[in-house]
């Protein structure tokens, strides 16, 4: 028997080369699915302590994508990506309505349950008036029926919405909403002041083709005809087969099935192998998921005896996906920026991460405070406590079977906000094309000039001798 031998990033590092450009100067920009291009090639774990909506509008915001976990009931996850989706537009195409006849009331739930401040007011299915927070404000009685408290005849913008001709209403009648309507006063749309500042806030928004956030969502191959269709009505950009073994027939089955009835992007996953890789694709996949263990708060190795390092399982996967040219997803393993420059110079189109961002303000669940110090909860969803709560499919269990994890339940330092830490991981990532002298992520994938380090070497890489006293934002032991 030949062992093979393999490597995870912690055994490699890339050569410097020339470079005539700065770091500053690097394209980070990635296509991971068709239509799905995003300003950096970031993705957040599908994890129910890690992407819910919150998380996945910060990332997006920022140009990468979160993906919405599964350990929600479909109508509550479909909910989040119309939270997502609804975020950021140019034109709500179709923004949330109430009947001229509806209670104050009425109006008030649904203003709280989608988080917003304006309603346009339907006559017989023609606009007739807009009711807002404002209205509400100075309203005492919510019996009252919307016509009796809404602003009649507004301002509006007729056939083809122009941005241009939308900001010279907002700037002359100091209004915040702007509806839009056909010839005969039918709604076809909404434009919002809020949305065109946020745009101008987030320049590098990673947007769909009617300026929406991008959102992934998570799904398994037993739920595939429960939750499509509510999120394709909720307009999710893609779906993941989220799964341990993404090299069965159940899921090449429901990746085909995913192609078929709702010709949807999708990601098959996980794989760490050639053959595995293969598979997906043949069954349809448009990008592979790759990682088998290497997650922080995963035991499959230790508990199944299975899995690749994930260095390598990238670097066979992408040799796997090289002829028909497929995205490869590096997820799990992703300890600091260097991790990611690795990930992509083995030719990755994107990392998944989920360690890193669990502890930000913007992942799920509250701060812990624990000796004085802030943390978050972090856990596999293989963990005990997340298979209770809907993930043991994932894990090839039935959810009333006694569990047997292959991932912990723990806690990770409280990080603050994505914003600042996501410019950390991307400037590393810059900072490594820089050295590299790679301008573009495709130049990054072509370089391969990697060099097998030994455990001298790493401890070298590592801060050592000395004792921190200021610790830095992109560094910790
Ligand atoms: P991390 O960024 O190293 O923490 O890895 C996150 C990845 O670990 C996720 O995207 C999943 O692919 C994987 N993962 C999540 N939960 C578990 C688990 O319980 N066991 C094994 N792997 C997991």
Excluded at 274 to 281: A, H, S
Aim: glycine letters at 10%.
């Amino acid at each position: 028997m030949q062992l093979e031998e393999t490597l995870s990033y912690d055994d490699v590092l890339l050569q410097p080369s020339y470079s005539d450009f700065l770091p500053g100067d690097t394209d980070v920009t990635t296509t991971i699915l068709p239509g799905v291009n995003l300003q950096i090639p970031i993705l957040s774990a599908a994890m129910d302590t890690v992407t819910e909506d919150r998380l996945a509008i910060a990332l997006a915001l920022e140009g990468g994508v979160g993906v919405i976990h599964r350990n929600l009931p479909p109508a509550e996850q479909a909910r989040q990506v119309g939270m997502v989706k609804r975020f950021l537009n140019w034109v709500i195409e179709s923004p949330v309505t109430v009947d001229e006849d509806q209670t104050v009331h009425e109006v008030w739930e649904i203003m709280t349950g989608y988080r917003i401040s304006g309603l346009p007011v339907l006559s017989g299915g023609r606009l007739c008036g807009i009711i807002t927070s404002r209205d509400m404000r100075f309203c005492r009685d919510y019996t009252l029926k919307v016509r009796d408290v809404m602003t009649p005849n507004p301002v509006v913008e007729v056939g083809r919405p122009d941005i241009e001709s939308a900001k010279e209403k907002f700037d002359t009648h100091k209004i915040e909403k702007l509806p839009v309507v056909d010839g005969e006063g039918r709604l076809t749309g909404l434009i919002t002041v809020k949305d065109l500042e946020k745009h101008n806030d987030f320049p590098h928004a990673a947007t769909d083709s009617s300026g929406r956030l991008l959102v992934g969502a998570a799904i398994s191959p037993n739920d595939v005809d429960d939750r499509l269709p509510l999120l394709t009505e909720s307009k999710v950009d893609f779906v993941v087969l989220d799964t341990a073994h993404g090299d069965s027939r159940n899921v090449a089955d429901a990746v085909a099935r995913v192609k078929d009835r709702y010709g949807i992007p999708v990601i098959g996953g996980n794989v760490a192998t050639v053959e595995g890789t293969r598979r997906l694709i043949e069954a349809g996949a448009d990008a592979v998921k790759v990682g088998v263990g290497p997650g922080s708060i995963c035991t499959t190795r230790v508990v199944a005896g299975i899995g690749v390092p994930q260095f390598s399982a990238v670097v066979w996967a992408v040799e796997a996906a090289a002829k028909t040219g497929t995205p490869i997803i590096a997820d799990g393993g992703i300890k600091y920026s260097g991790d990611v420059v690795k990930a992509l110079a083995a030719g990755a189109h994107a990392v998944m991460i989920g360690n890193l961002f669990a502890g930000l303000r913007e992942s799920p669940g509250r701060e812990i405070i624990f000796e004085g110090r802030i943390f978050k909860s972090y856990r596999g969803m293989g963990s005990i406590g997340a298979m209770k709560q809907g993930s043991a499919d994932r894990y090839g269990h039935s959810a009333t079977e006694e569990p047997v994890p292959e991932g912990i339940e723990g806690r990770v330092p409280y990080k603050g906000e994505l914003s600042p830490f996501v410019h950390q991981l991307v400037t590393g990532l810059r900072k490594g094309m820089g050295y590299c002298g790679c301008r573009s992520l495709d130049q990054l994938r072509k370089y391969k000039k990697f060099i097998k380090i030994s455990a001298a070497g790493l401890r070298e890489g590592h801060v050592h001798d000395v004792v921190i006293t200021q610790e830095p934002p992109n560094y910790s032991r």
